[in-house]
């Protein structure tokens, strides 16, 4: 079946610092790809998507960008902010099943 | 309202007894999905609708778990004889699942179960 493996948590980064979580998956066909990110008292939010290969998916800062090749979709951000501490999702869409990875919980420290 | 609404938003019983979790979805989503949450982990498929049918309920975790959906809108996921291992955060979303918003998930705020 599928399924999405992401970097273990939590992670620790001071404000301005560059923020990776890596993101791989297995799945039959050609899955889309997402990151959901859920800020604390919240619920889960989608905060980008990409739908084939080698698209880049882009939001608030953050990139991830579908590669087939590594069946991987990590996420980044360059200057991380206090406000982006939350908890980040991977997942993959496959038919019309959204599977999720077990989430990294980031905390930015000004 | 305009998201997906959860209640309760929190439910504590006793061991044995029956509860019912409701959500009420976006309107004009036909898909509806539940989750479930439990701490440290990840997020547990457990059922999904299309309209009112349930073509995947393969998630649920035991034939005390069932859900249903009426109008092709609330949804209700109903767990009898609770046990201690059913405490989680319950997560209930909608989606359109055809065009631009194809696999994006609304969620609402969920509903915690604390079984005693």
């Known amino acids: 079946g599928d399924s999405v493996t992401q970097m273990e948590g939590p992670v620790t980064l001071s404000e301005e610092a560059f923020l990776t979580i890596n993101c791989t998956y297995t799945?039959?066909?050609?899955?889309?790809l997402f990151w959901y990110v859920q800020y604390p008292g919240e619920g889960l939010q989608l905060l980008l998507k990409?739908?084939?290969?080698?698209d880049k998916g882009s939001n608030k800062g953050f990139e991830a960008t579908y590669r087939k090749e590594t069946t991987s979709f990590h996420l980044e951000k360059g200057s991380v902010q206090v406000s982006d501490s939350a908890v980040y999702f991977c997942?993959?869409?496959?038919?019309?099943?959204?599977?999720f990875g077990a989430g990294t919980t980031v905390t930015v420290r000004a | 309202g305009a998201g997906v609404s959860q209640s309760p938003s929190n439910k504590v019983t006793e061991k044995g007894k029956d509860v019912e979790l409701r959500c009420d979805p976006i309107?004009?989503?036909?898909?509806l999905y539940w989750y479930r949450q439990s701490l440290g982990q990840g997020l547990e498929f457990l059922i999904y609708?299309?309209?009112?049918?349930?073509p995947d309920k393969s998630g649920l975790p035991s034939d005390r778990f069932s859900a249903e959906r009426t109008g092709g809108s609330v949804s209700t996921l109903t767990i009898q004889r609770t046990q201690q291992e059913d405490s989680a955060v319950y997560l209930c979303?909608?989606?359109?699942?055809w065009g631009g918003g194809a696999g994006e998930l609304f969620f609402g705020e969920g509903s915690r179960l604390t079984v005693l």
């Open positions: 997942a993959l869409l496959n038919d019309y099943k959204l599977s």
């Open positions: 979303a909608s989606s359109t699942l």
């Open positions: 309107s004009g989503h036909t898909a």
């Open positions: 990409a739908t084939k290969a080698d």
């Open positions: 609708f299309q309209g009112n049918s349930a």
């Open positions: 799945a039959t066909g050609y899955p889309s």
